[in-house]
């Protein structure tokens, strides 16, 4: 099958092949581009499969000075500077660098931090979580779990249902209205 061919519908118990992976699927949508993006409807969210590995050269060209600087060093926007840390349309925040969706909407909320804050991801594993020792403390750092971009960091002073906020810097998203 040819990565570029568009799948309308994958029934369940059906095992489909591309670019050399399997995928088992069970009751799932799928899109097939340049990696395998399955749609969950028992995770409802979509879930890519396959890593992102690009030199740093890569990502310095397909990112601008501030995209790289957060998502590839670990950087920080400055607060309140964020696109997206008002933004109360509905839709996913994907990730800047390959395209994984990261958050909902529904689950943002204004935590008045100066970033965009969620109280849960849009599937878990979209995410990924890292000890960042850096200035002094302990966080937990929060990376796309498919490029390991830098997102943010999450903190336990959310919300509920979660008790969790993650605080994500805009320039490490780009928004997709649904």
Known sequence: MYRRTFLKRVSTGVVLSCCGNFVAAGNLFATITDQLKVWSSAKGAYIMAGKVNKSEQE???ELTQEQFQVTREHGTERAF??????????????????????????????????????????????????KDRSWLMVRNEVHCSR??????????????????RYCINSVSLKFEKV
């Open 59 to 61: 990502w310095r060209e």
């Open 81 to 130: 500077t964020g696109e997206y840390d008002k933004n109360d349309e509905t839709g996913v925040y994907q990730c800047i660098c390959c395209g994984q969706d990261l958050f909902h909407s529904d689950h943002k909320y204004d935590s008045g931090t100066g970033w965009p804050s969620y109280y849960q991801p849009i599937a878990s594993e979209n995410i990924g979580l890292t």
């Open 147 to 164: 490029c390991m971009g830098h997102l943010g960091h999450v903190f336990e002073d959310g919300p509920q249902p979660t008790g969790l």
